[in-house]
């Protein structure tokens, strides 16, 4: 079985563009969530999708952030103007229905590492 | 505020030797608490939860943790490392008083074992 998936690996972008990160979390799972680690920090919590439904979105830092998950399978997290403290690395993250039996684990991707100069 | 500590940035202990990593947090109600490892270029890997029941959970590749709720406290231990275990280990909670799955991290701890 597949795990979560990101892409690109890692991004290297000029202030003010635009980036698009991709996640495909393991099939099957209606949870989808994204973090994000900046430098030696803690990961934090962006939000949460259920299916194509935002049921957390209380970590998102701005309104440049924008995550969608149209169709309840992949999800694009788009940063538009890109700043120098939005880089790092952002990880997704993916579990199953909460009433199956291995409720509360989330299973996480590689990451993709962005730098924005 | 809700939060999750790792005193220490990184520990170091000789191969066959025991290794503790730290973890303390501070979440209101009766939170799940997790490990999750990170080798390099990938990702977090789960290595173990608690839930409820026996304080000592025992996890993937020997790893053990015990969790103790006067001292808020959820230690990854082992009783004997392996080189191979050298790795940046994080500790999570989720807090279930409220309605939400979100996971609260600690900054990591890196864990060194010397042959």
């Known amino acids: 079985e597949a795990g979560v998936t990101q892409f690109p690996s890692h991004s290297v972008i000029e202030k003010g563009q635009t980036v698009t990160l991709r996640c495909d979390p393991i099939?099957?799972?209606?949870?989808l969530y994204w973090y994000r680690r900046v430098m030696g920090k803690e990961i934090k919590f962006l939000l949460h999708f259920v299916k194509e439904s935002k049921q957390d979105e209380s970590g998102m830092p701005n309104n440049r952030f924008l995550a969608e998950r149209t169709g309840g399978t992949y999800s694009t997290l788009k940063v538009q103007p890109a700043e120098l403290e939005d880089s790092g690395v952002y990880f997704c993250a993916s579990s199953q229905d909460s009433f199956a039996g291995t409720k509360n684990i989330q299973y996480f991707g590689a990451g993709t590492r962005l730098s924005v100069l | 505020a809700q939060s999750v500590a790792q005193p220490e940035d990184q520990v170091n202990v000789a191969e066959g030797n025991p290794l503790t990593v730290k973890c303390t947090y501070s979440v209101s109600g009766n939170p799940y608490l997790f490990w999750y490892v990170q080798y390099p270029n990938r990702g977090l890997q789960f290595l173990l939860k608690y839930i409820t029941g026996d304080n000592l959970v025992k996890g993937s590749y020997g790893f053990e943790a015990e969790f103790n709720k006067s001292q808020t406290s959820f230690h990854l231990k082992k009783p004997s490392a392996l080189v191979s275990d050298s790795a940046l280990y994080f500790c999570?909670?989720?807090?279930?008083?409220?309605?939400?799955?979100?996971?609260?991290f600690g900054t990591g701890t890196r864990l060194q074992v010397f042959p």
């Open positions: 099939s099957g799972h209606d949870n």
């Open positions: 999570a909670v989720r807090p279930v008083d409220d309605n939400t799955d979100k996971l609260i």
